[in-house]
Antibody, heavy 123, light 111 residues
Framework: EVQLLESGGGVVQPGGSLRLSCAAS????????MSWVRQAPGKGLEWVSS????????YYADSLKGRFTISRDNFKNMLYLQLNSLRADDTAVYYC????????????????WGQGTLVTVSS | DIVLTQTPLSSPVTLGQPASISCKSS???????????LSWLQQRPGQPPRLLIY???NRFSGVPDRFSGSGAGTDFTLKISKVEVEDVGVYYC????????FGQGTKLEIK
């Protein structure tokens, strides 16, 4: 059974940093691209970042302007998202999601999602 | 950037009746590899999103056959043949042809 478990969320002041983690199990992690998608309270879904299976490629939403960094550890079956220079509008539940197919490129569908971790940026 | 526009934004439906959601793209979603990366997701209250349909019309594993997807190019539709209580939630279309964009979401509720 595929499982994705996010952690690392919490309350942080504007300008602060957080590192989110996603522990993956139930599939061969190093075969699949992975992504982060966020959802502000009461709002829709917003893609944040994706990384290829072998870490060759990473992709980011333009709106992030270099503040976030995605990474993965294929030995530990872990996905990460480093969030820097946080702003109030970064407040959201952050989900990690798995690509549907084995590929060396970027994801084309997100077939399994974790429960999410809440990041609140507030003074 | 590709913009996806869903209609309606809210859909009150009678149990057992059909429901339909439209998703229109600002650009063609046909990828250079010939595939059209348009998928549909369901988000039940308090739950993460769940993949229902991928590449326009392919049902994901475990998805009931009352859900179907259709369309081409820039116009796509999700249909539920007979709405059940468990179908209540918000439905999103998503494109992965040029990075990733989601529609605004359509809230399905029971009349």
């Amino acid at each position: 059974e595929v499982q994705l478990l996010e952690s690392g969320g919490g309350v942080v002041q504007p300008g602060g940093s957080l590192r989110l983690s996603c522990a993956a199990s139930g599939f061969t992690f190093n075969n699949y691209a992975m992504s982060w998608v966020r959802q502000a309270p009461g709002k829709g879904l917003e893609w944040v970042s994706s990384i290829s299976a072998t870490r060759d490629f990473s992709y980011y939403a333009d709106s992030l302007k270099g503040r976030f960094t995605i990474s993965r550890d294929n030995f530990k079956n872990m996905l990460y998202l480093q969030l820097n220079s946080l702003r109030a509008d970064d407040t959201a539940v952050y989900y990690c999601a798995k690509d549907r197919v084995i590929s060396s490129g970027r994801p084309t569908e997100f077939d399994y999602w974790g429960q999410g971790t809440l990041v609140t940026v507030s003074s | 950037d590709i913009v996806l526009t869903q209609t309606p934004l809210s859909s009150p439906v009678t149990l057992g009746q059909p429901a339909s959601i439209s998703c229109k793209s600002s650009q063609s979603l046909v990828h250079s590899d010939g595939n059209t990366y348009l998928s549909w997701l369901q988000q039940r209250p308090g739950q993460p999103p769940r993949l229902l349909i991928y590449k326009i019309s392919n049902r994901f594993s475990g998805v009931p056959d009352r859900f179907s997807g259709s369309g081409a190019g820039t116009d796509f539709t999700l249909k539920i043949s007979k709405v059940e209580v468990e179908d209540v939630g918000v439905y999103y279309c998503m494109q992965a042809t040029q990075l990733y964009t989601f529609g605004q979401g359509t809230k399905l509720e029971i009349k």
